[in-house]
């Protein structure tokens, strides 16, 4: 239902709904690639606007891993072993995050990034460092909110929700970029694949890259959210720092540093 709500092109209806959108969450059309509001055609084509170039510039150097999404922090830092923080007094397995516990080995003890994406937010995601798709893989599940407060009182809440997970080969090592579906529409797409969610409830799948098949660029457009959501960025063990102000709470934009590589030839390489 709030798929085919959020679809609707009948042109009073549509332009209501996005003036209401845009007046409730204080949407800053000036950095939108078109700033009309009239001009889309549905509010789900609002919601998921794209920037005008050069909204979103990437830092010169010394930062190897940018934001992936526009968003609020809600967790950061190095898993314990196998387990990482959804919240305070929440904890889930990256097994379970990535649909099978052979993909996880190599984020074992790693670093992960958790940006929470409101409704006000740009809704792309876009590549946090370079990187060649080695898999894709879709796990279906249910679609909670994401929410501070649900995360807080939902166990496992990430990893029991709808995502899509595509894992790269970097500079920086094996990094996963995992997409979290949420509340009403819960779609997510990928540039490689277009939509993958809706419909929900299909079953679980897996997608293999060969070496070339699909490189970004950092900062390279990689998916986007049709509503919803979170996305969680896993990085192997001893290879990136978080830089000093990316805390809890703390607000992201897509290309804002967050990490550095902790080897200095490889970041060198990278940049």
């Known amino acids: 239902m709030m798929h ?24 800053d059309l000036g950095e939108a690639l078109e700033p009309d509001p009239r001009r889309y055609p549905h509010l789900n084509d609002f919601f998921t606007r794209p920037l005008r170039p050069g909204a979103r510039p990437l830092p010169d150097a010394g930062a190897d891993i940018v934001s992936p999404a526009d968003g609020v922090v809600s967790t950061i830092g190095h898993a314990a072993g196998a387990t990482a923080l959804q919240a305070k007094g929440r904890h889930y397995t990256l097994g379970e995050l990535l649909g099978a516990e052979a993909d996880a080995t190599p984020y074992l003890g790693g670093s992960y990034l958790t940006v929470y994406l409101s409704p006000r937010d740009y809704h792309r995601v876009h590549m946090p460092a370079a990187g060649a798709l080695r898999r894709l893989r879709y796990i279906p599940g249910r679609l909670f909110s994401v929410n501070a407060r649900t995360s807080r009182l939902v166990p496992r809440l990430f990893a029991r929700n709808e995502r899509v997970v595509a894992h790269f080969e970097t500079d920086v090592g094996q990094m996963a970029v995992v997409l979290v579906g949420a509340l009403l529409v819960g779609g997510i797409e990928t540039v490689w694949t277009g939509p993958i969610t809706p419909p929900h409830g299909q079953p679980a799948f897996l997608r293999t890259y060969p070496d070339g098949a699909q490189h970004l660029r950092r900062g390279e457009e990689m998916g986007r959210f049709n509503m919803g959501s979170t996305v969680i960025v ?14 809890v709470g703390a607000r992201l934009r897509v290309g804002t540093a967050v990490g550095r590589c902790s080897d200095p030839e490889r970041s060198a390489a990278q940049r």
Do not use: H, N, S
């Open 4 to 27: 085919r709500f959020a679809t609707v092109r009948w042109a009073p209806f549509k332009d209501a709904q996005i003036r209401w959108f845009a007046r409730r969450y204080r949407i």
């Open 234 to 247: 896993l990085l192997e063990p001893g290879r990136v720092d978080w830089l000093d102000g990316t805390d």
